[in-house]
Structures are given as C-alpha cells and as structure tokens.
C-alpha cells in the first residue's frame, strides 16, 4: 500500500512538472523567407553552383568525347596509341571527380560559401529565438518546418513574427 500511495505521488509530481513547461513553434522557412539578405544569399549560392555544374559537365563531356572517339577507332589503334586515349579518359574522369569535390565536397568552395553567406544569418536568427524564448519563459521552440512530428500545434504558441520582429523585420 505504502509503494502505491509513493507511486501515485510521484505520477502526480511528474505530471505537475510537464505542464509547467511552455512550448512555442517557429517557422523557420517562414522567418528566413522574410529576410531578403538571406534571399540574396541563395541566389548567390545557386548561381555559383549553376557555374561550377556547367564546369564539371564540360569536364565530363570532353571524357565522353574521348571515350566515343577512342571507342571508333579502337580497333586500328596500336597498344601505345590504345593506352595513352585510354589514359587521357582516365585523366578526364579524374579531373571531373576532383572538381566535384572542390566545389561540392564537405570542405569545397560551395561549403564554404554557405559559411560566410548563410551561417551569420542563421546565428542572428538562432539569437533572436533564443531572446524571444528567453524574454517569454519558453523552456522548448520547435521548429515546424523540419518537425515531421507535429501534425497539428495552435497558432497562438507560434513566436515567428515574434522572432522577425527581433531581427528588425516586420509582418
């Protein structure tokens, strides 16, 4: 009986403790939508990323034409003929796969580039919502935008506009 009645107070005790909590929503892709520095931000990254694509395909469009070329004429080449295209495809595709990793591997220009454009403006917001959830006593903000868990949440614990309106941007 003692174990039931030290149970049930404890159920009790947890239960009090969760519904002190507050909870809030952001959304994120709303909040950064609003920001134009990061909207001038992206169009940069997708330009840079359309030129350094179009560099790796001409790359991989001259190993083709090697490779079809020597596929053609295979048959009337000499050993040293037939290794040396063979070789100068090799040296295309390495080429190609090189560029690829300079621009899009984990430490190429493109990584790079979202560093210095798009992380300064993600911190400023990340700031922001920390103020925002500070100054109303939220203990938890979840993103709506990338929580595939929240099916439905009420717009009134929604602090986006909140949050905008600490970054200097009104809506």
């Known amino acids: 009986m003692k174990k039931f009645v030290t149970l049930t107070l404890m159920i009790f005790a947890v239960g009090f403790a969760a519904n002190a909590q507050k909870f809030a929503l ?3 892709e709303y909040i950064l939508g609003a920001i134009p520095a990061y909207e001038r931000a992206n169009e940069q ?11 790796i395909e001409g790359v ?6 090697l490779y079809n070329a020597y596929q053609s004429q295979a048959g009337s080449l000499s050993d040293a003929d037939r290794s040396r295209r063979e070789e100068e495809i090799i040296n295309k595709e390495r080429e190609a796969n090189e560029l ?3 621009y899009f591997g984990p ?11 798009i992380r300064p403006i ?14 109303g006593g939220y203990d938890v903000v979840v993103d709506r935008a990338s ?3 929240v099916i439905f949440a009420n717009p009134r ?10 970054l200097g941007y009104s809506n």
């Open 26 to 28: 952001i959304d994120m």
């Open 45 to 55: 990254l997708n330009q840079n990323s359309t030129v350094w694509q179009n560099e």
């Open 60 to 65: 991989i469009n001259q190993a083709q034409s």
């Open 100 to 102: 690829r990793r300079k």
């Open 107 to 117: 430490e190429g220009e493109m990584a790079k580039l979202q560093n210095n454009l």
């Open 122 to 135: 993600e911190d400023e917001v990340y700031n922001a919502v920390k103020a925002v959830s500070e100054a």
């Open 147 to 149: 929580a595939t868990s």
């Open 157 to 166: 614990i929604d602090i986006s506009n909140e949050v905008l309106a600490r």
